[in-house]
């Protein structure tokens, strides 16, 4: 249920929340592609901007769970609007950074502050539509995430290129005080008021095995399908292309998510959620497995379309089932699951940095082949298992 009337003459909520989506992607996806150019610029070995990278992402994970908890006691808009507030300026920050340690510095605390939002759009449309048609917005939803994905691959890749990759997060950070003052327009939903110590729901999600089962494949999920998407513009540049070259081949990731949303969308009416697990997570098998034959473009092509029926089949499903596993529970647990998806990359990250400082991209991508099996297969068939409450109450 919504608060009051929008004020933005009758805007879709899940306009301005794919508008949220879309600008804390670009943020995420900006960095993978100048990677290089960064390391270079700066004068340090790779690894030592890979792990920057990883510190973005290890906060943005973290700091999931706070605002989820957060949200439930000032409202989810209000705290969107103040977190994208301060994403912006320390995304600007990121621009002015002169070494990796303040680099990684106001990355993390660029990451701490974007965090909140696409979880929180989740939370949202977990609030405000019903579970039967809630995948279906899911998959409009990222909608946002694929043109994100794919600006930011290839902007930022070119940006790299013919100008410097501080003007990647100048974009980024303006974009994300505009998005505040937009979601300015976003009715809040009605929240049944918190009372209790502010960690209960962390109490309660560590007694359902369940929802920490889910939890599970987030974090595995993070490290394997993201850890890919990161590693994939510096695995194609160390195949002799460029940074350009690099982030228009990833940026096909963000196509084929935009493509394969609308498909799932569709498919989500009729298919079983085990279905689009297994599905996606066959995806999530194949397309590291082409990235480990062959590092050069046409390759990554090949992998980042795959990569991105993957996200949409698998990683769509499990957010759903994310909403859905303990109604009562659902923004801390959403931003738990969104949190265990970005600290599973983040320490994917750190643990394979100096094989990427090393080029041993093959290893790092058949490592991500071998974890994405056991994924697939125990994540569709717990969900095929799994009955949502109001299933159980059925005669």
Same mark, same amino acid.
């Given at each position: ?9 009758? /805007? ?84 002015? /950074? ?68 501080? /003007? ?9 005080? &505009? ?83 609308? &498909? ?73 699951? /969104? ?57």
């Amino acid at each position: 249920m919504l608060q009051g009337r929008s004020r933005g003459d009758g /805007a879709e909520p899940i306009r301005l929340l794919q508008v949220t989506a879309f600008v804390s992607t670009i943020d995420r996806f900006a960095m993978p592609p100048m990677l290089v150019a960064i390391a270079h610029d700066l004068g340090v070995p790779l690894s030592d901007i890979v792990q920057a990278a990883g510190a973005y992402f290890l906060a943005y994970g973290l700091s999931q769970p706070i605002w989820g908890m957060v949200s439930d006691r000032v409202g989810r808009v209000r705290t969107m609007r103040w977190t994208l507030m301060l994403a912006g300026v320390f995304a600007l920050s990121s621009g002015l /950074a002169w070494s990796p340690l303040a680099l990684a510095v106001t990355r993390g605390l660029a990451g701490a502050m974007f965090g909140a939002a696409y979880p929180s759009s989740l939370i949202y449309i977990g609030d405000t539509v019903a579970a039967s048609v809630r995948q279906r917005d899911i998959a409009r939803l990222m909608v946002g995430v694929a043109m994100g994905t794919a600006l930011a691959s290839v902007g930022a890749g070119v940006l790299a290129h013919v100008s410097t990759w501080r /003007a990647a997060f100048v974009v980024t950070g303006g974009s994300a005080l &505009l998005v505040a003052w937009l979601l300015g327009h976003l009715p809040e939903p009605v929240l049944r008021p918190r009372t209790g110590p502010l960690l209960a729901p962390i109490r309660r999600i560590a007694r359902s095995r369940m929802t920490l089962l889910v939890l599970l494949f987030a974090f595995v999920e993070g490290a394997v399908l993201l850890g890919v998407l990161t590693l994939m513009p510096p695995a194609i540049e160390s195949a002799g292309s460029t940074a350009a070259i690099a982030g228009a081949a990833t940026g096909v990731y963000g196509v084929s998510v935009l493509l394969c949303s609308m &498909l799932v969308g569709r498919l989500s009416k009729d298919w079983h959620p085990s279905r689009l697990i297994a599905v996606g997570g066959s995806a999530a098998v194949i397309a590291p497995a082409l990235l480990a034959i062959s590092q050069a473009p046409f390759m990554a092509v090949a992998g980042a379309a795959v990569m991105g029926l993957a996200w949409t089949a698998m990683h769509s499903s499990l957010q759903t089932w994310a909403t859905e596993v303990m109604p009562a529970e659902r923004a801390t647990v959403v931003s738990l699951f /969104a949190g265990n998806l970005f600290v599973g990359s983040a320490i994917a990250a750190v643990l394979v940095a100096d094989l990427a400082e090393a080029g041993r991209y093959t290893l790092i991508f058949i490592i991500s082949a071998v974890l994405a099996g056991p994924l697939a297969v125990g994540a569709a068939l717990a969900r095929y298992l799994w009955l949502r409450p109001d299933d159980m109450r059925a005669p």
